[in-house]
């Protein structure tokens, strides 16, 4: 239950920084807090799918019923798809380097403005809480991740897909979601783009690697042992 209520309990943390509210005051914070709503919908979402997958191994255990075990397959499949992918590279992006970016001129991504309508505590919830969360996930849960070119492919058809939303937002309002594209040039903007891209695809090698460590000899033994129930 322990991996269930904490599941639970980061679903909370992250609806509540979806919905900010009478904060998102100004056009800035408005464009941010939809680029930045996106990734933590989409965490929220994969704690969802975590929590309902839970729930149904503990209601179909010790169950023989092909049905239910087809359909939690389809569960653990989408479960761990999504956290190799989706949750673990974008939730790692998104602490390490908006809190880079703020330790070295915070007026490149999060002006201080910001803090006539963005309270910290809410500003931890869309840039930190997310990590001890996803790292906690990577630890207490195997997570089978696809082939490497099936990954690498998917992260950056998301990181395409996120591109054209934060150049559509600028073209909608004429606001940068991230002030530091205001000071760049449209070839240095293109550098930026790739370098995302190339630094999130390095991120989902870095969970394949972290998974594989945590998880590589307890696996083996898990799996000797499943052959040896099924031996005798």
């Not at 920084?17 to 965490?43: A, D, M």
């Not at 949750?87 to 490149?108: C, H, K, N, Q, S």
């Not at 906690?136 to 996120?162: A, D, K, N, W």
Request: hydrophobic content about 45%.
């Amino acid at each position: 239950m322990g991996p269930l209520m904490l599941r639970g309990s980061a679903i909370l943390g992250l609806l509540t920084t979806v919905f900010p509210g009478r904060f998102w005051g100004i056009q800035h914070s408005l464009c941010l807090g939809r680029c930045h709503r996106g990734c933590r919908v989409i965490q929220a979402v994969f704690f969802g799918i975590c929590v309902l997958t839970d729930l149904s191994s503990l209601l179909t255990k010790g169950s023989e019923n092909q049905e239910q075990e087809r359909q939690l397959k389809k569960l653990i499949s989408l479960r761990d798809w999504m956290m190799s992918v989706l949750a673990f590279p974008i939730g790692i992006f998104v602490v390490t380097m908006f809190w880079a970016i703020y330790l070295y001129d915070r007026e490149l991504v999060y002006p201080k403005l910001l803090d006539n309508f963005i309270p910290p505590w809410l500003n931890h919830g869309m840039h930190t809480t997310v990590l001890p969360f996803i790292l906690i996930e990577m630890r207490t849960t195997y997570h089978q991740y696809p082939s490497r070119v099936g990954g690498i492919t998917t992260v950056c058809m998301f990181s395409l897909c996120y591109i054209l939303w934060v150049c559509w937002v600028h073209h909608v309002t004429g606001v940068w979601v991230y002030p530091l594209l205001e000071h760049i040039n449209p070839g240095a903007k293109i550098i930026f783009f790739l370098i995302v891209t190339i630094i999130l695809n390095l991120y989902y090698i870095l969970g394949e690697k972290l998974n594989s460590y945590l998880w590589g000899s307890e696996k083996c033994i898990m799996e000797s042992r499943e052959k040896r129930s099924k031996t005798d």
